[in-house]
C-alpha cells in the first residue's frame, strides 16, 4: 500500500459522501492547497470509510484530531496505522 492509493481511496469515497465527480473533487481540494486541506466532517466520515475500506483499523482517532484536517494528513495517518499493523 502507498501514500497515493490511500489518498485515492480517501478522495473516492469523500466523492461517495458528497456525490459529486471524483475528478471534480479533486481539482477541488488541490485548489484549496497543497496538503489538500478540507475541514469538515465531510473528510472525518471519509476517512473512516477509506480506513475499512483499506483494512485499516482506526482506534484511539479522537487522539489525532491534526490528521483530519486535510486529505493528505489523513492519507500519511492511515498509512501509518496501516505500516504498524503490518509489522
Known amino acids: 500500500m502507498t501514500f497515493e492509493q490511500v489518498k485515492d481511496e ?3 469515497s469523500l466523492a ?4 459529486v465527480d471524483v475528478d471534480e473533487l479533486r481539482e477541488e481540494l488541490a485548489a484549496a492547497g497543497p496538503e489538500f486541506p478540507y475541514a469538515s466532517v465531510w473528510l472525518v466520515s471519509a ?3 477509506a480506513a475499512r ?3 485499516i483499523p482506526i482506534k484511539d482517532a479522537r487522539k489525532n484530531k ?3 484536517k486535510s486529505v493528505d494528513a489523513l492519507a500519511r495517518f492511515l498509512l501509518d496505522l496501516a505500516l504498524r499493523k503490518a509489522a
Open 10 to 12: 480517501i478522495i473516492t
Open 16 to 19: 461517495a459522501k458528497r456525490k
Open 47 to 49: 476517512g473512516a470509510r
Open 53 to 55: 475500506n483499506l483494512g
Open 66 to 68: 491534526k490528521a483530519f
